[in-house]
């Protein structure tokens, strides 16, 4: 589904502070499935999942999406892929203060220009099957962090992207938070999403939610694994 | 003599608009030799990101360029009052050799910016850069031409003298002056008017039949050309006249002036947005079958060729209240 040639990210190129964070990557992301990142802090994997997902182009190398290159797509055309495409859940959440739960979760449909009422619809069922019905008008910096946190994913979930990515999304949880989130995301999966995380958390990484492991570190993919008894 | 505003304001456009063509030359013949969709290298990256940039300081430069005609024009006709025996922006433009040529080339310099930026909208509706190399191979053709109109309305301001005695209009455009505009201004009214109806509505009845089937779109970039000659022909012929309740004044530029209402703007703005996108319909046909821009090319096409139409209809209108309302007979009965 996603594809990865020779991705090479400079940072600050020819510059004194120049920083190589992601040294030639090749990567295959097979659709449906759940893929992790896995390395410590500046090993490259929000770099990465940052260029997958669009929101920022490589220095070298391509990027393909169902066969078709993304990363030459002039701006207009990345941001319909982005908006199509991919669901983001942020390490911070990225939640907009002062608007309610249902209001954060409809403003990445807002561009499409859908029907409003519809839409409010699907957010509140979206919130719902994330048991947020009760906090839905609830601005959301009032929410607890679990609850901020899927108010995120439903945010994700808003245009049915069929991927779905997440960097460090256990990284402010405690245990049972991020057991409830793996939970939310095996739901995920199970409906045939692509899911994309990042995380240096063994919990989720070595879960069985997880199909594939992909270690990284100094900007390159040093291991690949299938953990037994994953779901693929 | 050049610190009027209106000049600053030309010759500054016309500074910024040659400086930033000349740096982008060196990137385009970048773009132009080394282009390659297929490659994922640095250099490759960094000409789709500079190419996004580049058009995007183009579209300026040559919007710039559409709005400087208009300024030139009206600045020519308001500085008039400093020249002793000029009455318009014709007495202006004849202070030095270079007035009208500067026109010349600031109008040509309309229609080749004008398609110009028919051809980079058409390229950025379509996500593999279909029209990349032809449009900067365009914007190489352009440099000399808009270099050239900077340079002469450098040297029209500068050479701009108030102790010059220059001609009024009726000198020039008059029936008496030998050269094409006395073929014009002695041409007989009613043969004008008709070949000015004529052209008006074939160029509109075909931009209106392309919009509807996407059919003989190089004919419409044609009948738009034709049109704009004849219009102005006919403003020569018998559109001034009427305008001025006049039978021998036949000068284009005093319809600009507030004494006559402004009716040339509203003459010549319908007439030269109608003309380029006539010419940008067909500037674009020669791209109707490239696979990307096979559903782009007839929608812009039809926009602009309904534009064109509207906008000839819009020619014709005015040109007719003008006859209709004016005290001057030409034609009995």
Redesign the interface.
Known sequence: MIEL??I?KTFNAGRENEFRALNGIDLHLPAERVTALRGPSGSGKTTLLSIIGCLA??????VRLHER?I???????LTEIRRCTFGFVFQQFNLISGLSASENVMLPAYPLGGDRRALLARAEQLLAGLRLAHRRTTRVELLSGGEQQRVAIARALINEPPVIIADEPTANLDTALAMEFMAIIEELAHTGRTVLLSSHDPLLVESSLVDRVIDMRDGRIVATAEPAGSGG | MIFQPAIIALLLSSLVCSGLLLAATPLAIDLIRHWDLGSGSERQLLRERRTYLLSTLLAFVFGTQLVALLLFVFNADRMASLFVGAMCAVGTLQVNAFGFPALLAQILVFFLAAVWLVINHVDTRAPDYPLLRIKYVLLLCLLPVLLAASLLQWRFFLALKADVITSCCGSLFSDATPGVTAELTAAPPLPMMLAFYLSLALASGCALLHRRWQRAGYLVALLSAAAFAVTMAAVLAFISLHVYEHPHHHCPFCVLKPDYSYQGYALYGPLFIGTAAGLGVGAVQAFASVPSLRSVVPAVAGKLAGLAASMFLVVAVVASLIVINSRLLLLEN
């Open positions: 040639r020779q090479h182009r490589p220095t070298s190398g391509r290159d990363s030459g797509l002039p701006e207009r055309f």
